[in-house]
């Protein structure tokens, strides 16, 4: 237990000690239960942290008109780590459009900030950036050393500046966001939601749109050093030109996204995905699913977009040839049963279970004839790695769920109701 969970849990049992005397006279202090209690809670605060604090969300809306195309958990408060840094950048163009700053305006680092942990461009104390070349740093590198800059310099220190995010949050009608900090960096009382995020990125698209191309950038260069961009969608994500990741352990990995098709822009925010590759793969899916819900087909990127892999299945629709290319080569089985409509309904329950691993994958109904004529429709979940599947299957087990790993096949046929990207909506 670290220095500052001891303290805590010193002071917890401070507050219910008892001060005794023992029959030779001398003092002993005796914890009551209730400063027992306390300490052990703080105790298993310390212990609990890591990606299980993390609570998964997912959201698509269209970006002009803000109707929803896709919601999972749109309200439950989470981390937002660095998406935090699209408010510190609502504030510095507030700022710029204001004439308080310009540009070029030199922003001095102080040593609080230098001292902030990675990611960080490392300016040391003293030194000074021009307000542009920040917002590249937070846009493309997610300097958190900037961020902290940036609030010093115009608020005078950080906590003044987090105020003035939240009272800028509750204008745009961000209602259950509170900022402690500009960078996104750990604080149990920053939260927000993919709801309020989505709201946060259409502000910035309607507020400023003459800034938008800051978070277009895929790398930037500075003294000499090119740094690229931790958003791996803005190079293969046709029409993807904007907006943020981000990162801690209590959060899990985050991310808001804008794209464009032909004339139609959509926001998508995913909070609590696994990994970077589970997160980037979750938003093209559902991506894709807000754009054919208004109506615009999928496009090809010609130049950067890569080539689904020859073993990955293609997903045929009922009527149409579509190929899912991002689905993973493998599944899970949750049970083989009697009637159709109860598989169906053991995949869907497997995804409600565990929308954070399964939320936009395949369910899938398989019937095996058996020699006898019975039929045996098993339920199925395809569209995972192989690491995945096995995660899967190691919880739901223990929620009492049968499940076994399989690889799943080339070619797989589905009708529109059992592809669960068509889910939450």
Known sequence: ????????????????????????????????????????????????????????????????????????????????????????????????????????????????????????????????????????????????????????????????????????????????????????????RQLS??????????????????HYHFFSRARFTFRGKTYKTHNKLLLNYAGADGFKTGYIRASGFNLVTSAKRQGRRVIGVIFGANSSRHRNRLMARFMDKGFGRIGVGQEVRTATAPRPAASRPTVRKTGSQQQVASLGRWGIQVGAFARKGQARNMAEKAVDILPALLDGTLTRVVPLKKRNGRVLHRARVYGLSKREAYRACALLEKRRVPCMELRAPKTVEISEAQHTTARGG
């Open 1 to 188: 237990m670290g220095t500052w969970a001891k303290r805590a849990a010193d002071r917890a049992a401070s507050l219910g000690n008892e001060t005794t005397r023992d029959p030779r006279g001398r003092r002993r202090q005796r914890l009551a239960p209730a400063a027992l209690l306390g300490a052990a809670l703080v105790l298993c605060a310390c212990l609990a942290g890591g990606p299980a604090w993390a609570k998964y969300a997912s959201y698509v809306i269209d970006a002009k008109t803000g109707e929803v195309l896709h919601s999972v958990n749109a309200d439950t408060r989470n981390y937002p780590a660095s998406l935090t840094k699209m408010m510190t950048m609502y504030k510095m163009f507030q700022a710029v459009e204001s004439g308080r700053w310009t540009m070029n305006t030199r922003l001095r680092m102080s040593r609080r900030a230098a001292r902030q942990p990675a990611s960080k461009l490392g300016l040391p104390a003293g030194d000074t950036i021009s307000v542009r070349d920040a917002i590249l740093a937070l846009s493309v590198k997610s300097a958190n050393d900037i961020a902290t800059a940036v609030a010093e310099n115009h608020s005078g220190g950080e906590r003044a500046f987090a105020k003035k995010m939240t009272k800028t949050a509750r204008a745009l009608g961000m209602s259950r966001t509170t900022f402690r900090n500009a960078s996104g960096l750990p604080h149990s």
């Open 193 to 210: 939601t993919a709801r309020d995020m989505s709201k946060l990125a259409r502000a910035l698209l309607r507020d400023f749109p003459q």
